[in-house]
């Protein structure tokens, strides 16, 4: 007996989801395999988006070296990690003070970082120092520690692990960065410097080590949504309402778990270039690219606007 045709779209539906369900299940146990094992560095393991990252290649059975800039949540996290961990299954973390505002400290960070394993198969690139505020309010002291944090204390770091890497002529070297690293909006003339920075140089050590078998990844995300979002009140209108919607996406939030797991798949899958945005930012990025003026225009009226609004709030 035939289906009826009303049938066959609802049943094609349900086929479909059902076997992307599945190939998202193997992917997921694929992926803790894949990394038993590895020593896996996090620099910023204390952050949200550094739990869920330690949370996720500790149960994947990797050898994790843990970095912060605070022991104590250092070791809460380790605590976390350990707990109710199975020790055949598991590896206790390595933990290591790293600050990458203390530049003078980096030989001695790296050194110890070499030192917990003898070498390191995953970077992970994760701090980050964010600020919004105009050109002409930050001061030199400012731009200086944002671009140590942002740019010279993971390219640093990359310096000091690749020795290691190269030699064993394996490793993978992961940059969450930012889409402002790709594009940049007003206010945030810093942080935006720092990232895109630090995009060239992990784009030109792609290319540099790709011969000795390294991977470099890059990971371009919206702004990382640690918290559960405020209650959305009716937004007065505003004069121009194009510039103020794609800033407002440009910092839409993505969630640490969401991005966690794509560092996981990242790793695993060894992809050299990631976009995790909504398809606002994404569109900004070809219009940045195609159509310039347009672009620079509806930024420029976006902050006319805003310094127009000011003294009425």
Not at 210 to 218: A, K, L, M
Not at 238 to 244: F, G, M, Q, S, Y
Not at 276 to 286: G, K, N, Q, T
Not at 295 to 306: E, H, I, R, T
Request: charged share 20%; proline share 6%; with cysteine.
């Amino acid at each position: 007996m035939a289906l009826p045709s009303v049938m066959v779209l609802p049943l094609l539906i349900v086929v479909a989801a059902g076997i992307y369900y599945i190939y998202n299940e193997v992917m997921q146990f694929m992926s803790k395999s894949l990394v038993r094992n590895k020593v896996v560095v996090i620099t910023d393991a204390v952050s949200g988006l550094g739990t869920e990252c330690a949370h996720l290649f500790h149960k994947g059975g990797a050898r994790l070296i843990l970095c912060g800039t605070s022991w104590d949540k250092l070791e809460s996290l380790y605590d976390y990690l350990t707990n109710d961990a199975d020790p055949s299954e598991t590896f206790a973390p390595k933990l290591v003070i790293l600050d990458f505002s203390d530049m003078d400290s980096m030989e001695n960070v790296v050194a110890e970082v070499v030192e917990c394993y003898g070498c390191v198969d995953v970077l992970i690139c994760n701090s980050s120092m964010k600020l919004k505020a105009q050109v002409q309010s930050v001061s030199l002291e400012m731009d200086r520690n944002i671009m140590d944090i942002n740019y010279f204390g993971p390219s640093t770091l990359a310096k000091g692990v690749l020795p290691t890497m190269i030699s064993r002529r394996s490793g993978h070297i992961v940059l969450v960065n930012s889409i402002q690293g790709r594009l940049a909006v007003p206010f945030r003339s810093s942080y935006a410097a720092s990232k895109h920075a630090a995009q060239a140089f992990f784009d030109c050590l792609r290319a540099e080590v790709e011969e000795f078998g390294i991977v470099v990844s890059t990971i371009s995300h919206t702004f990382i949504n640690a918290s559960d979002p405020p209650p959305v009140e009716e937004p007065a209108p505003k004069p121009n309402t194009l510039a103020a919607f794609i800033t407002s996406q440009l910092t839409h939030g993505v969630r640490p778990s969401v991005l966690a797991n794509e560092i996981m798949q990242t790793v695993n899958r060894k992809k050299k270039e990631v976009v995790l945005a909504h398809p606002i930012p994404r569109v900004a990025l070809y219009l940045r690219s195609l159509f310039p003026s347009f672009f620079f225009a509806v930024l420029a009226a976006g902050v006319k606007d805003s310094v127009l609004a000011e003294p009425m709030q």
